[in-house]
């Protein structure tokens, strides 16, 4: 539900979302207590205008931004993907991996250098990265990045 407002435009889709996450949820008769939380944890998951508000807030964005690999790309047209087609083509493996004992979340990527070069993937999402750090440390805990088998964070 929090990508639903990219029915209206890419731009601006989080506060968009939030709006229409917010009726939709009232009208199925949630308290607006819920709603409001729900409402408030779309409105800010995007990187260019969010940031972790709540505890709902933080988790929505490290299971958001955590969210790479091939099955996301539709098209299957290699010469007709664009940069994100591309990094997430080259995810050939991902996990994310929530631990209690050690207080941290790990996402854990395996990316076919043949398609795209690692920087590519920090070049598309530096700024995801940065604000899944940020949501698990509002949380209390550690995100740490693996990828191709290297601790990179």
Known sequence: MHDIG???????????GAILAY??????????????????????HDEQTG?????????????????????????K????FDKHD???YA???SEFKISKAERKVTLSLTIDTKI???LDYFEIFMDRTMMSKHAAKYLGIWFELIINDTKLL
Do not use: F, Y
């Open 23 to 44: 009726q939709i949820l009232k009208g199925m008769g949630m308290d607006s207590e819920k709603r409001t939380e729900i409402m408030m944890a779309i409105g800010n």
């Open 91 to 93: 995810v050939t493996d």
């Open 86 to 88: 591309k990094v997430n």
């Open 6 to 16: 990219n029915c209206v435009n890419r731009v601006d889709h989080a506060h968009t």
């Open 51 to 75: 940031t972790a508000v709540s505890d709902i807030s933080a988790a929505l964005i490290l299971a958001d931004k955590s969210d790479v690999h091939r099955s996301r790309v539709v098209n």
């Open 77 to 80: 047209n290699i010469s007709t």
């Open 116 to 118: 795209s070069p690692v």
